[in-house]
């Protein structure tokens, strides 16, 4: 590529996207949220993204001991691999999590053995190295609609299942904004076109449940926001259509599945279809790449998406 992508994008209501740069650009959004000289970070990417979510508070004069809270949406490590990290550098920060993810980053090591069974260990510890723990006392535990204060400006956790049962999403009125780590899916910027964005659920493993997700959807809706910010990738405002895509794909994703179920290659099946559906959906979006081009920003999710939906279909009751 002949020009070096910008690592940061300033939204308005002092919101800022920075990429971590995890897996590829454009895949991994941090946000800094800044508030009367107070700061958060929204999720934080894996080890290797801290120095890069230092450098920001810098160009921005925000002195580490002014961020107030690391809101981690999630567990899964594209989210909170460099929180422990990154909190090493910011003496006044507080981790908040969901009641189900606190314990996970207080003891990473089933979070690790985890991950390391959805990648691979050598994947694992060139992709996320070693997780540091958080201490307990600071770590914040979010009970559903809690509000949290960040220099005055009120924001509240809502819990939302469906993608993982450790997850919350963070509602910003000021911005009229959502903040929805996996729980509203994956919209890649590469994807935009004269129609809009693009975008679908994430089936991840082990907690998918499609009425939850579902569910989750309907919940965010239900704030009435203008924008939401994705970690995959940052902000979408094209709402209501949105929100019909998630629900459609939530649905078209599990009828693959089912499909494939009792056939004896049922990976490959899923796989296969999974493909065929984003090459066809993205045609209809009237995306311009090649299939090639497709393949290779949508495979590590197909592959994701496929494991999840495989263990949902092996667990069901
Ligand atoms: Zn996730």
């Known amino acids: 590529m002949p020009n070096e992508l910008p690592r940061t994008t300033q939204l308005d209501h002092g919101i800022t996207a920075i ?3 995890h897996m590829r650009p454009l895949f991994d959004a941090s946000h800094l949220i800044v508030e009367n000289k107070r700061a958060a970070f929204v999720d934080t990417g894996a080890n290797d993204s801290v120095p890069l979510l230092l450098k920001v508070l810098e160009e921005q004069n925000i002195d580490t001991a002014n961020v107030d809270f690391v809101f981690l949406t999630h567990v899964h490590l594209d989210h909170a691999g460099g929180a422990g990290l990154l909190m090493r550098s910011l003496p006044n920060a507080k981790a908040v999590l969901h009641p189900r993810g606190a314990p996970h980053m207080i003891d990473p090591a089933k979070l690790t053995r ?3 069974a959805v990648y691979g260990e050598e994947r694992f510890a060139e992709q996320y190295g070693e ?3 958080i201490d307990e006392s600071r770590i914040i535990i979010v009970a559903d609609d809690a509000e949290i204060s960040l220099g005055g400006r009120a924001m509240r956790c809502l819990h939302t299942e469906g993608h993982a049962r450790h997850h919350y999403v963070l509602s910003d009125p000021q911005s009229e904004g959502v903040f929805t780590g996996d729980s509203f899916g994956l919209s890649y910027r590469e994807f935009d076109t004269a129609r809009g964005e693009f975008i679908y659920p994430t089936t991840t493993p082990v907690h998918f449940d499609p009425p939850e997700a579902h569910k989750a959807i309907d919940r965010i809706m239900g704030l009435s926001p203008s924008r939401l910010f994705l970690t995959h990738y940052s ?8 929100a019909d895509d998630m629900h459609k794909r939530i649905d078209d994703f599990v009828t693959m599945a089912k499909r494939a179920e009792k056939e004896t290659n049922r990976t490959e099946k899923i796989h296969r279809s999974m493909y065929a559906y984003f ?3 993205l045609a ?3 995306f311009s790449g ?3 081009q497709i393949d290779n920003i949508v495979e590590i999710d197909v ?7 495989e263990f949902w279909l092996d667990h069901q009751h």
Do not use: F
């Open 19 to 21: 990429d971590t740069d």
């Open 114 to 116: 985890g991950a390391q």
């Open 131 to 133: 997780i540091v723990p």
């Open 235 to 242: 902000q979408v405002t094209d709402l209501p259509r949105l």
């Open 279 to 281: 090459h066809a959906e």
């Open 284 to 286: 209809e979006h009237g």
């Open 290 to 292: 090649t299939p090639h």
């Open 303 to 309: 592959l994701l998406n496929t494991m999840g939906l």
